[in-house]
């Protein structure tokens, strides 16, 4: 008996293994196709541009509202700790730094992927589970072509404009408590800020993670969506897992990237 | 725009495609569209179809029919180029579709339509832009000739009125109709539509068939139509398949079928509940379903 269950257990183990490595292999080949049907996408540009409406314009409000509190927190934290240490005019740079390079980009994808990504998974299992998705490739028109790419690109171009338009009006946060309401010289705020912030090491780098947050929550939310069960517990748990995997992915990509930019210098 | 000569030619082609699409009929109406050889397909952990042989011939309707569960969406599928056989052939217009490259499939799927069995209708999109879909995605045709197309189809299924609505506004038998339209907007060769009867009122279900029927012979297409509907499609089909457990068991027009001593038939056109059909999924004997619940 208790080699039985033991047994039963090594099976499992080793079925949820394979399944894993299995799906992984078919989000690899999923995003080869999706990489190899982009062209369509990208010569009838309206495609992505309406995918950038609902995935990018429409995370706008949230992604302003949570980079103006993210900035103000700061703009009080900062405060707190640097007048310890008689720093206070090195405000702008703490805030502006810890925006552009960390809280700017991991902050807007981690949004972006409950707003947008979880709307994107939702929309393709739908799509799959009511047949439209079949309907069209029947139609001659390849899905992966006419529905997928023009999300994924529309994806990657908003992440990292919304993760600067974070970092923009986070400072700006920032200013308002730290300049506005404690007191802070505005002078020193920015002046500081101009000098110590540079644009290769400081703002770039923090492009570049968004980029990569970009290409891989937006990646996750469609094969999620793609690969969901035609059932409506299958896209819901889909949605979540879209969350929870790309939650996941940003932070762990977010240390080996930090790793790599500072090691770097 | 009106006078721009290359619509004029375009407008030209159109109509005598239209014109010469009769002639053409007369001349090929003895062969046959689609071509189904020995074919087998499971999937997985179940054999559907075992050793399937049929043939469609061009400007007919044919009706498949069979139980539920057994296969009928499949063979479909299969004709589609959705899925392919484990061996046998599916031949459409004389080429092998099991064999297309991807490129040749899709051009081969330009000239089918398939209803499918709940409509699936983009939701994102209204029925006017459900029906323009394909002819923006395969023609370069200007707006405002689409636009003329897509009203004309709107009107052929009576859903003219309804171009603006969203598909989530309309009912079940609507939502159908708009997916024909958007199925015939190319004036395809091979209709195929996956139980087009089920859900509807007796009106709209006579309404459905017999534009089935006025659509494949107004249009020169040929029709598979999957149907449990025994009544309603024997009514308008030139031919009858009946597929059980992965095999053709009977086959022959309307009135063969009337008049058949097939007991297959015979169960299916009376709706018997016993008979060569079986009702359940193939499982162990209930007792020993039963039994095995007791012990645990
Ligand atoms: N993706 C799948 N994986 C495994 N088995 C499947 C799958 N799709 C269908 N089947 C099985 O294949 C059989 C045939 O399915 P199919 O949809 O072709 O039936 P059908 O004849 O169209 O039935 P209905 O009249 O109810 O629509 C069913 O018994 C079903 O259990
Ligand atoms: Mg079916």
């Known amino acids: ?20 490595v299995m799906r992984l292999g078919f989000a690899a080949r999923f995003f080869m196709a999706l990489i190899l049907a982009s062209g369509t996408g990208l010569r009838r ?12 314009f429409m995370s706008l409000i949230i ?69 439209q998705l079949v309907a069209m490739d029947m139609m001659a028109v390849n899905p992966l072509a006419r529905v997928i790419a023009p999300k994924f690109w529309a994806g990657v ?11 923009a009006v986070g400072i700006f946060g920032g200013y308002l408590i730290g300049v506005r309401f404690i007191g802070v010289d505005a002078g020193t705020f920015w002046s500081q800020m101009q000098a110590q912030v540079s644009v290769r090491t400081d ?11 970009g290409v891989v929550v937006t990646a996750i939310a469609l094969f999620e969506g793609f690969d969901a069960p035609a059932t409506a517990e299958g896209v819901s748990r889909a949605t979540t897992r879209t969350v929870v995997i790309s939650s996941l992915a940003i932070l762990v990509l977010d240390f080996v990237l930090t790793a790599f930019m500072l090691g770097g210098n | 725009m009106a006078n721009d000569p290359s619509i004029k030619v375009e407008c030209n082609i159109l109509v005598f495609f239209h014109l010469i699409y009769p002639v053409t009929l007369l001349y090929m109406s003895s062969e046959t569209l689609v071509e189904i050889t020995n074919l087998d397909f499971s999937y997985p952990n179940r054999a559907i179809l075992k050793g399937i042989n049929l043939s469609i011939p061009k400007g007919q309707v044919v009706a498949i029919m069979g139980g539920s569960g057994c296969g009928k969406t499949t063979l479909l599928r299969l004709i589609g180029g959705m899925i392919r056989a484990q061996s046998g052939k599916v031949c459409v217009g004389g080429e092998d579709i099991q064999g297309m490259t991807r ?179 193939p499982a162990p004997s209930l007792q020993e379903d039963l039994r095995m619940g007791t012990r645990k």
Request: proline letters at 4%; charged letters at 15%; a negative charge.
């Open chain 1, 157 to 167: 171009l908003s992440m990292p404009l919304l993760a600067a338009i974070f970092s």
């Open chain 2, 103 to 281: 490129d040749q499939l899709y051009g081969m799927r330009r000239r089918m339509g398939m209803l499918f069995q709940f409509g699936a209708l983009f939701t994102d999109l209204s029925v006017f832009e459900n029906v323009a879909f394909p002819l923006r995605e395969h023609t370069d045709l200007p707006e405002s000739m689409i636009a003329d197309l897509v009203l004309l189809k709107l009107h052929v299924v009576g859903l003219r009125g309804a171009a603006y609505m969203m598909p989530s506004e309309l009912s079940g038998g609507m939502s159908r109709r708009v997916a024909l339209a958007r199925a015939i907007a190319l004036d395809p060769m091979l209709m195929m539509y996956d139980e087009p009867f089920t859900g509807l009122d007796p009106i709209s279900l006579g309404v459905i068939g017999k534009l089935i029927r006025d659509l494949n012979d107004a249009l020169g297409t040929t029709s598979i139509l999957v149907t449990h509907d025994i009544h309603e499609s024997l009514n308008m089909v030139d031919y009858v398949y009946f597929i059980s457990e992965g095999q053709v068991v009977a086959q022959g027009t309307p009135d063969e079928v009337r008049h058949s001593a097939s007991a297959f038939v015979e169960q299916f056109v009376n709706g018997y509940p016993d008979g060569p059909v079986p009702f359940h999924y």
């Open chain 1, 63 to 131: 992604i302003s509202v949570s980079g103006l509190f993210v900035g103000m927190v700061l703009g009080l934290q900062g405060y707190n700790t640097l007048q310890r240490f008689g720093s206070e005019s090195a405000l702008g740079v703490l805030v502006a730094l810890s925006l552009l390079r960390e809280l700017g980009p991991v902050v807007a994808a981690l949004l972006f992927a409950s707003r947008a990504g979880t709307a994107m998974t939702a929309e393709i299992g739908l799509m799959k589970s009511t047949e």
């Open chain 1, 45 to 56: 540009f309206s495609l992505v541009v309406r995918e950038i409406y609902f995935a990018g």
């Open chain 1, 203 to 213: 703002i770039l780098y923090g492009v570049y993670k968004s980029f990569v947050f």
């Open chain 1, 1 to 20: 008996m208790m080699v039985d269950q033991f047994v039963a257990q090594i099976r499992r183990l080793g079925h949820g293994v394979i399944d894993a």
